[in-house]
Every structure is written in C-alpha cells, then in structure tokens.
C-alpha cells in the first residue's frame, strides 16, 4: 500500500538492487535481494504493476448485504424457516398471493379479461393466499408441538427403535423431524383445498362484495314479450302479429 | 414486629435488653403474600388439554416412523442433502394436490368429456412445467446462494466456534431458500405464465387428437 504512493512504484526492477535503491523506494528491507545471488536476471527484467485500486467499501451494495446479514428481523426469520418450514413457506405464499399476483393481474396488459374479472381474480387469488396461512398455522402448531415432544423425551414416544434414532449425533431424528412437518402441507393438502373452495365463495361475497357472474344461457327463461307490443311501428313485429293465428288448436 | 421492650439506641449494658426478653422478630410480610404462579391461571385448563392433545399426536407420530419400514425409508432419506430433501417434498405435496384436482376435474359430471379431458391436460402440463421450472430456478440459484451463506458467516463472525448456532442457520438459510423459490415457482410463475402456456399446449394436443378422429 506504501509502496503505491511513490512514483514509479508501479514498475519494479527485479535485478541490481541496492539497499540505498530499496530505502529511497520504501520498499521494505526483507524484499532486498543481493546481486550476487540473482545473477541470471538481466536489466531488462522489469516487472510493471498495475497500481492499487482505490475502493470505497462504504458506498458499495457489500456495506447492505452485510446490514442485512447481521439484521435482527432477518435471522429470527432463518430460525422460523429453520423450526417451522411449513408456516414460513405459507408465509411466503401470502405475501406472493396478497401482493405480487394481484398487482400482476391488475396491471397485466394482455389479458383479455375485463376490469371486474380482473377484481375477482386479484380477490380470488387474496382470499386464497389468508385461508391457505390461517389453516397452516392451525394445522402446524400441533404437530410441532408434538415433535418437540418427541425430541425431548424420544425413549417415552419411540420405544422399539431408540438407539438407532439416537446416534450418529441424532441423524435419523432430524430426517423424520424434516418429513413429519411436511405432513400438513402432503397429507391435508386436498381436505385444505375443498375448504379453501367452499370457504372462499362466502368470503368473496361477504367481505369483498364480489359474486362471479353467471354466464347468460342461449336459452333464456325470460319469456320475450315484445311481440306483444301493438304500439309498436317496426315490421318484423306487426308482421308477427299479422301472422298470429290464435293459442290453442 | 413484636418486641416487649423498646431497645433504645444505647450503648450502655444496664439499659440494654436481656436477650430472654428479646423476642425474635418475626416478618409476616411474605407470607400474607403469594407469590404469582408461571402462567395464567385462567388459561391452564385450556394449556394442560393441549398438553394432551398434542402428547396423543405425538404418540401416534412415534409410532409411524418407530417401525422397521419407516427407519428403513428414512434412513434412505436421511442421504439426501437437507435442502433437497425439503424440494423433494414440498414438490410432492403438490403432486398429491395435483392429482386431486385432476381427479376432480375427470369425475365433473357438470362439464362435457372433451371439456373434462382439455381442463384435466391443462392441470396436468401447469404441475409438469411448474416442477421442472421449480428444480431448474433452485438448481441455477444454488451456486450463487453458497457465496451469500459465506457472506452471511463472515457477518455473523462471533458465532463462529458455536457449532450449534452455525447449523442452525445453515440450515435456515437452506429451507428459506427453497420455501421462497417453490413458493415463487407455484403460487406465483405457474398462474401468471405457466398456466397460459400449458393452455396453449393443451389446445395444440386435443387439436391433433381431434384431428386424427
């Protein structure tokens, strides 16, 4: 670093050294090699170096990717992601479901859809993402609870095989601790989603005020009055009239 | 405080108390008081059933992977990395989901059987994409993901000899890793861009089979 501030100190002369040269150069003394020993190097030999490059780590992105890493919030959420993966993974689902899907749905100009579709579908998809959260927390909390229990007092709930879940620093313990609290997410998955459907349509209406409008038949039960309209000029209709042959035969 | 005699403030012998005369004093204070007990007391006949409740679960947990096939399966799983592990499931949780609503979508009695067959490939192709999209995003992330758990270490120096600590967010930062892309992959990339894309191919497959009628 010293070195880099005295000019020319960027090129370097490998051979006739001096000690005098060294002291005048700064450069430190136990680099001094002495003629006598690097006799093959020619004068030639000389050696450029790219000077050091400032860098101001202050105003760099590192200084935020370090806030972040020593952030409190940000590691008790890896320690949730680490006790409860489940929970941080529903989660991670509602923040994508509540915010970036419906803005997504909203502002995406290529859909064909129209504006109250694009309501029910940004309502649809945050409806979804806070009944699929509340049902994980409510399935989760119980099942972890039971695990821990497990964990503490393994020989009281595993009592054939207690020495193989123990050793190997608990290896086999930690793998079924990974499995068991995936099961709300694999197992209630399909009773989580005919909940989800059969709750949202009430939510929707109630809470969003939004029904998803029926399709209009082809077939409609509206009976179409306006062949009755004797006030009326037009002459599709007054030749229907003209044509009327009376009801029953 | 009960004492028979005021012991005055001297120093002379004669007007000291005699000690028989000196009755030990005695605070009653704590003990008029009760100390509180942990936890609400109203809440506990709610806490001890959960007790239970969850001591049930757990029994019955114990006795899922307390067999010979369950060690065996696990101990299989137990040589996959933790946070493949993790992908591995979270993907068949959604194979399951997956095949329900194409069940689902099969059994319709609402809907005509050409409409069942083009919902029931579209469901199909969205799971397809979205897995493959899901492990080839977390497998392209995984090398970059490494250097920020270096940088999150180098951070985090004066943890360094707590081994416990160290695992404990390596770990977390594994699992969030994982739950943030397969969370982004299907509850994010497979409605907005998959979905269109399966449909298209959906479309393209019932109009050959159509076709070749």
Redesign the interface.
């Known amino acids: 670093m010293i070195n880099s501030l005295f000019k020319d100190s960027h090129i370097t002369r490998k051979s006739r050294f001096s000690k005098s040269h060294l002291l005048q150069s700064g450069a430190p003394l136990n680099n001094y090699k002495s003629a006598a020993t690097d006799r093959t190097m020619n004068s030639s030999d000389i050696i450029v170096k790219k000077p050091a490059e400032i860098s101001f780590s202050g105003l760099s992105c590192a200084n935020k990717l370090d806030k972040l890493c020593t952030n409190k919030w940000f590691k008790n959420m890896l320690i949730e992601a680490n006790e409860n993966p489940v929970l941080f993974g529903a989660g991670v689902a509602l923040v994508l479901t509540c915010v970036f899907r419906p803005l997504s749905i909203i502002l995406f100009p290529g859909s064909n859809k129209n504006s109250d579709d694009k309501k029910y579908a940004a309502a649809h998809s945050i409806a979804s993402g806070v009944i699929g959260f509340g049902l994980a927390f409510v399935l989760v909390a119980p099942i972890n609870a039971a695990i821990d229990k497990i964990k503490n007092k393994t020989s009281d709930y595993i009592k054939k095989n207690t020495d193989l879940f123990l050793k190997d620093k608990k290896k086999l313990l930690n793998t079924s601790e990974t499995c068991l609290k995936q099961i709300p997410d694999i197992v209630f998955a399909p009773p989580k989603a005919i909940l989800t459907i059969a709750i949202l349509a009430p939510i929707l209406k109630n809470v969003f005020g939004l029904t998803k409008k029926k399709k209009a038949n082809s077939e409609s039960a509206i009976p179409n009055y306006s062949m009755l309209n004797f006030k009326s000029t037009s002459l599709p209709q007054r030749n229907s009239m003209q044509s009327f042959m009376g009801g029953a035969r | 405080m009960l004492i028979s005699r005021i012991a005055t403030n001297n120093f002379n012998s004669s007007h000291q108390l005699p000690k028989k005369d000196m009755k030990k004093t005695v605070f009653k204070g704590a003990s008029s008081v009760s100390l509180p007990q942990k936890g609400s007391k109203i809440f506990k006949p709610l806490k001890d059933r ?1 007790d239970t ?3 049930y ?3 019955v ?2 006795k ?4 010979k096939f ?2 065996n399966a ?2 299989k ?2 040589e996959i990395k ?1 946070g493949n ?2 992908a591995h ?2 993907v ?2 959604s194979t ?2 997956s095949g ?2 194409i069940k689902k979508t099969l059994e319709n009695k609402d809907l005509d059987a050409k409409r069942r067959k083009t919902l029931a490939i579209n469901q199909a192709a969205v799971w397809a994409l979205s897995t493959v999209s899901a492990y080839t995003i977390d497998g392209l992330i995984k090398k970059k993901f490494s250097t ?1 758990v270096d ?2 270490m180098a ?2 120096s004066h943890f360094n000899n707590d081994v416990i600590e160290i695992e ?2 390596k ?3 594994s ?2 890793r994982t ?2 892309v ?3 992959v ?3 990339l497979a ?2 861009v998959v979905t269109p894309i399966a449909n298209a191919i959906g479309n393209k497959v019932n109009e050959k089979h159509s076709a070749h009628k």
């Not at chain 2, 899922?64 to 067999?67: A, H, K, V």
């Open positions: 959960y409740f969850t001591h679960i757990a029994i947990l114990g899922m992977i307390d067999n369950a060690v696990l101990k799983l137990g933790e592990l993790l499931l979270i068949l949780g399951i989901l329900f609503y920020f940088k999150f951070a985090n404990r967010y770990k977390g930062l699992q969030a739950a943030i397969m969370g982004f299907y509850r994010f409605p907005v």
